[in-house]
């Protein structure tokens, strides 16, 4: 099992900065990573996939990179709707693991 | 709009059994790769279990393999997850969700609580 292991576990941040939210593969996964948003009480969304491709909706202040074993989320300016949790995904083999999940809260 | 509405949790004493469906609307069913992954109260989201869009290939996490059985009902357009011989930490809210890598479409999730 591949395992993902996101940091930092929390990310303190004001309105309007940049954040960097990291995450690791315990093998390669080539470029599939995905990156996943979620809000209180709600189902996860979709952010990113094929590690850079944003998905439909997904405002630009998101990106995505990396390859192998290293990824990175940037969120360039952070809205108030920004503030969340958000999980990688791999998904180059079975079973498709998550990472453990980055906090980004209001500093 | 697609639409996925996970229905049949609820509580139930460890050993027991219970059976999550999820109905889907909105898009052409059959040509779709399902999974159903899950959240702990409080915690973060473990994939159990993915079905191929012709419901011949089954996946499954080892958390839950040889208790939890999925299935489809192209026909129907809806997913199943039989749950068998239920465990204290099977408690969590669970999401059927779509997509053979990236996971692009997610229900609202159905709470499950095993009583121990």
């Known amino acids: 099992e591949i395992v993902m292991t996101q940091s930092p576990a929390t990310l303190s941040v004001s309105p309007g900065e940049r954040a960097t939210l990291s995450c690791r593969a315990s093998?390669?996964?080539?470029?599939?990573l995905a990156w996943y948003q979620q809000k209180p009480g709600q189902a996860p969304r979709l952010l990113i996939y094929?590690?850079?491709a944003r998905a439909t909706g997904v405002p630009a202040r998101f990106s995505g990179s990396g390859s192998g074993t290293d990824f990175t989320v940037i969120i360039s300016s952070l809205q108030s709707e920004d503030f969340a949790v958000y999980y990688c995904?791999?998904?180059?083999?079975?079973?498709?693991?998550f990472g453990q999940g980055t906090k980004v809260e209001i500093k | 709009e697609v639409q996925l509405v996970e229905s049949g949790g609820g509580w139930v004493q460890r050993g027991g059994s219970l059976r999550l469906s999820c109905a889907a609307s909105?898009?052409?069913?059959?040509?779709?790769?399902m999974n159903w992954v899950r959240q702990p109260p409080g915690k973060g989201l473990e994939w159990i279990s993915y079905?191929?869009?012709?419901?011949?290939?089954?996946y499954y996490a080892d958390s839950v393999k040889g208790r939890f059985t999925m299935s489809r009902d192209n026909a129907k357009s809806s997913l199943y997850l039989q749950m068998n011989s239920l465990r204290a930490e099977d408690t969590a809210v669970y999401f059927c969700?779509?997509?053979?890598?990236?996971?692009?479409?997610w229900g609202q999730g159905t709470l499950v609580s095993v009583s121990s």
């Open positions: 093998q390669s996964v080539s470029s599939n």
């Open positions: 079905i191929s869009s012709s419901g011949r290939t089954t």
């Open positions: 995904q791999q998904y180059s083999n079975w079973p498709r693991t």
């Open positions: 909105g898009l052409t069913f059959s040509s779709y790769s």
């Open positions: 094929d590690t850079s």
């Open positions: 969700a779509r997509g053979f890598g990236e996971i692009d479409q």
